[in-house]
Nanobody, 130 residues
């Protein structure tokens, strides 16, 4: 079992920055795929923003490339999402998630198949004003 608890988020103006954090506890060893997903409106599909595979490789949604950075502090068991150059389209609920793909590279497929993630945080709100 993996437990995830997000923090950070809140409100920002266009062009601003925010950092999200996700504290990871429980089973953190093995081929753990970590990621951030967002949902613009209730009922919408969750969009994979970024994932971080156990080998350190990352992948991002085209809409956030060059603006967002996913990283992990292993000593503190914390996953981060640094969000820069924010715009109104980044307004959404953001969720931290974890999964256990069979192969390390499978993590990158998980970004576009959020159903494959096994564990989810409760989510937090990010609002970007124009």
């Amino acid at each position: 079992q993996v437990q995830l608890a997000e923090s950070g988020g809140g409100s920002a103006e266009s062009g601003g920055s925010l950092r999200l954090a996700c504290k990871i506890s429980g089973r953190t060893s093995g081929n753990l795929c970590m990621g951030w997903f967002r949902q613009a409106r209730r009922g919408n599909e969750r969009e994979g923003v970024a994932v971080l595979a156990s080998d350190g490789s990352t992948s991002y949604a085209d809409s956030v490339k060059g603006r967002f950075t996913i990283s992990r502090n292993n000593a503190q068991n914390t996953l981060y999402l640094q969000m820069n150059s924010l715009g109104p389209d980044d307004t959404a609920m953001y969720f931290c998630a974890a999964g256990m793909p069979v192969l390390v590279d499978g993590c990158h497929n998980y970004r576009t198949h959020y159903h494959a993630m096994d564990y989810w945080g409760k989510g937090l709100r990010v609002t970007v004003s124009a």
